[in-house]
């Protein structure tokens, strides 16, 4: 039988053990829902690393973005001319938060060339994530949908026009919403150069939950 000291040192280190594990697990939850949504401490920390790390990646030094996020330049991308709309012509107005924007894990480019493009400020580009029109510079799974219309026979042509931002509440996109004018001025800019909409598709949700957003809201 042990000593009565080294019983209560055991049991104490066991109750250090068991602390230790549940502060992981708290840790790693917190930093997962904070690094998807970029809440509190995420953004803190990713700033804290860059002027830790001196320099940026030689990666993000090709974007552009605007004031409020959107990447709208990335000097890899491949201009070509606005394909005519045929009744063989798939036009996709992505919007939403995260999941539809470049926030995805695996990228993706064109397997057809000019066959599936982004489109963005009236111009048209060879499609490869990120895709300009939306947020972040990660991955997207529009330009694989593409591939896959394409593949199937079907479809001649994928026209993507991506306006997705990171964490917008669906009130965000209503009228007197901050991006129903970019809402607005993109499809203008689709049915300027001839596009009419075939599809919508729209990734809502995340951010409205976490706010409690009413479903009448």
């Known amino acids: 039988m042990l000593p009565l000291h080294d019983l209560l040192e055991a049991g104490v280190s066991?109750?250090?053990?068991?602390?230790?594990?549940?502060?992981l697990l708290v840790a790693y939850f917190v930093g997962?829902?904070?690094?998807?949504?970029?809440?509190?401490?995420?953004?803190?920390?990713?700033?804290?690393?860059?002027?830790?790390?001196?320099?940026?990646?030689?990666e993000e030094?090709?974007?552009?973005?605007?004031?409020n996020g959107r990447l709208i330049a990335d000097e890899t991308k491949t201009a070509v001319p606005c394909p005519r709309q045929t009744n063989r012509t798939?036009?996709?107005?992505?919007?939403?938060?995260?999941?539809?924007?470049?926030h995805a894990g695996q990228r993706y480019r064109s397997e057809y060339?000019?066959?599936?493009?982004?489109?963005?400020?009236?111009?048209?580009?060879?499609?490869?994530s990120p895709l300009l029109g939306s947020t972040d510079t990660r991955g997207e799974y529009w330009t694989r949908l593409g591939n896959l219309l394409?593949?199937?026979?079907?479809?001649?042509?994928?026209?993507?026009?991506?306006?997705?931002f990171s964490g917008s509440e669906v009130a965000r996109w209503k009228r007197g919403g901050d991006l129903n004018?970019?809402?607005?001025?993109?499809?203008?800019?689709?049915?300027g150069a001839n596009y009419r909409?075939?599809?919508?598709?729209?990734?809502?949700?995340?951010?409205?939950y976490v706010k409690g957003t009413s479903t009448e809201a």
């Open 113 to 128: 060339g000019a066959r599936v493009i982004n489109f963005f400020g009236s111009r048209c580009f060879i499609a490869a």
């Open 61 to 67: 030094s090709r974007y552009t973005f605007e004031s």
């Open 181 to 191: 004018g970019l809402l607005v001025d993109t499809a203008r800019q689709l049915q």
């Open 197 to 208: 909409v075939t599809d919508v598709l729209w990734t809502q949700g995340e951010m409205d």
């Open 14 to 23: 066991r109750k250090k053990l068991a602390f230790g594990l549940a502060a």
């Open 32 to 58: 997962g829902v904070s690094g998807r949504h970029d809440f509190f401490p995420w953004p803190q920390i990713s700033t804290l690393k860059a002027r830790l790390s001196g320099t940026k990646a030689l």
């Open 90 to 102: 798939v036009v996709l107005l992505v919007l939403g938060q995260s999941n539809a924007a470049n």
């Open 150 to 164: 394409i593949a199937s026979g079907k479809i001649d042509n994928v026209i993507i026009a991506p306006l997705a």
